[in-house]
């Protein structure tokens, strides 16, 4: 196994590693509130509040926490089967869609991880306490992920389910890539709605006096070039012999998602909200070091696995 290989396997492994640890934190922060508002059935109210209380509001309030549970319980799951394809691609000599089977199944709980939120979006359209252009603009975001982010995941888990091994299939490749730049659109598309949100309820709050305009600038700059590179590798991908370029821009647009996401941290600690850090996909941050990979690998050394 050559040095630039392994050096892959173990990005990939401390990726995945943090991606795992990720949804182990948030299943872990969820399951006490879950066993709180369990025992205490009839008292319970949202983050959100609730515009009236009756059964239905409470009923609904219920359904979006515990489906909200399940949906973090089939992520870890996905996790935990990436977490293993991992471990084995580091182990050993051979391609990573060799794994086949375990990705599909990791990009199938994800795929549904983001689907167990449509009980959020009839939750906020319909009982939630926040303002109605919060509400509509939140569940918008959702509705986001789950357009861009979960209807990608399974039909990439299913059509990696059905490649066969050995063979060089352009559909693939052009799933992978559609996948990857749903994925960074909807992170730009998800930060734009909340910043959104924020300005709706705060018109002020983004004055050129304000620290917090330096968050939106981020995401404005920062996350719309990890777009414009994703784009283009999906551009080039489509092209004839073009995947090796496709890499390199991906690359770029990895390490700009990461970028993004970095500064975000350091943003939310700046303005003194340091509680908002975990809301943020932190496993992104080593995509720093995997973008940098395939800008730098040799073009006549890099191929998709």
Same mark, same amino acid.
């Given at each position: 196994?050559?040095?630039?290989?392994?050096?892959?396997?173990?990005?990939?492994?401390?990726?995945?590693?943090?991606?795992?640890?990720?949804?182990?934190?948030?299943?872990?922060?969820?399951?006490?509130?879950?066993?709180?508002?369990?025992?205490?059935?009839?008292?319970?109210?949202?983050?959100?509040?609730?515009?009236? /209380? &009756?059964? +239905?509001?409470? *009923? #609904?309030?219920?359904?979006?926490?515990?489906?909200? $549970?399940?949906? =973090? @319980?089939?992520?870890?799951?996905?996790?935990?089967?990436?977490?293993?394809?991992?471990?084995?691609?580091?182990?050993?000599?051979?391609?990573?869609?060799?794994?086949?089977?375990?990705?599909?199944?990791?990009?199938?709980?994800?795929?549904?991880?983001?689907?167990?939120?449509?009980?959020?979006?009839?939750?906020?359209?319909?009982?939630?306490?926040?303002?109605?252009?919060?509400?509509?603009?939140?569940?918008?975001?959702?509705?986001?992920?789950?357009?861009?982010?979960?209807?990608?995941?399974?039909?990439?888990?299913?059509?990696?389910?059905?490649?066969?091994?050995?063979?060089?299939?352009?559909?693939?490749?052009?799933?992978?890539?559609?996948?990857?730049?749903?994925?960074?659109?909807?992170?730009?598309?998800?930060?734009?709605?909340?910043?959104?949100?924020?300005?709706? /309820? &705060?018109? +002020?709050?983004? *004055? #050129?006096?304000?620290?917090?305009?330096?968050?939106? $600038?981020?995401? =404005? @700059?920062?996350?719309?070039?990890?777009?414009?590179?994703?784009?283009?590798?999906?551009?080039?991908?489509?092209?004839?012999?073009?995947?090796?370029?496709?890499?390199?821009?991906?690359?770029?647009?990895?390490?700009?998602?990461?970028?993004?996401?970095?500064?975000?941290?350091?943003?939310?600690?700046?303005?003194?909200?340091?509680?908002?850090?975990?809301?943020?996909?932190?496993?992104?941050?080593?995509?720093?070091?995997?973008?940098?990979?395939?800008?730098?690998?040799?073009?006549?050394?890099?191929?998709?696995?």
């Amino acid at each position: 196994m050559s040095y630039s290989s392994r050096l892959l396997k173990i990005l990939i492994l401390v990726l995945v590693g943090s991606y795992f640890a990720y949804t182990l934190f948030w299943l872990a922060k969820s399951l006490p509130l879950i066993v709180e508002i369990s025992l205490s059935r009839g008292i319970y109210e949202p983050a959100t509040g609730l515009r009236f /209380v &009756d059964s +239905y509001s409470t *009923s #609904a309030a219920y359904l979006m926490e515990y489906s909200g $549970l399940v949906g =973090l @319980i089939l992520r870890v799951i996905g996790a935990s089967y990436a977490l293993l394809v991992a471990i084995q691609f580091l182990r050993t000599n051979a391609s990573l869609l060799t794994f086949k089977g375990k990705i599909s199944k990791a990009l199938f709980f994800e795929g549904c991880y983001y689907l167990s939120l449509i009980p959020a979006i009839y939750f906020l359209l319909g009982y939630s306490a926040l303002p109605m252009v919060s509400n509509f603009l939140l569940s918008a975001a959702i509705l986001t992920q789950i357009l861009l982010i979960s209807l990608f995941a399974l039909a990439l888990s299913r059509k990696l389910k059905q490649y066969n091994l050995g063979t060089y299939s352009p559909a693939l490749l052009r799933m992978i890539g559609l996948a990857v730049m749903s994925y960074v659109v909807a992170q730009w598309i998800i930060y734009m709605l909340k910043w959104s949100e924020m300005t709706a /309820v &705060d018109p +002020y709050l983004f *004055s #050129a006096f304000s620290i917090r305009i330096l968050g939106l $600038l981020n995401t =404005l @700059i920062v996350q719309s070039l990890a777009v414009v590179f994703a784009v283009v590798g999906l551009l080039r991908l489509v092209r004839k012999n073009g995947a090796e370029k496709a890499l390199k821009w991906w690359g770029l647009s990895l390490v700009f998602l990461s970028l993004h996401i970095t500064l975000y941290v350091v943003y939310v600690i700046g303005v003194g909200i340091p509680r908002f850090i975990p809301f943020g996909e932190l496993w992104i941050v080593p995509l720093f070091a995997v973008g940098v990979y395939l800008l730098l690998k040799k073009p006549e050394a890099t191929h998709a696995p």
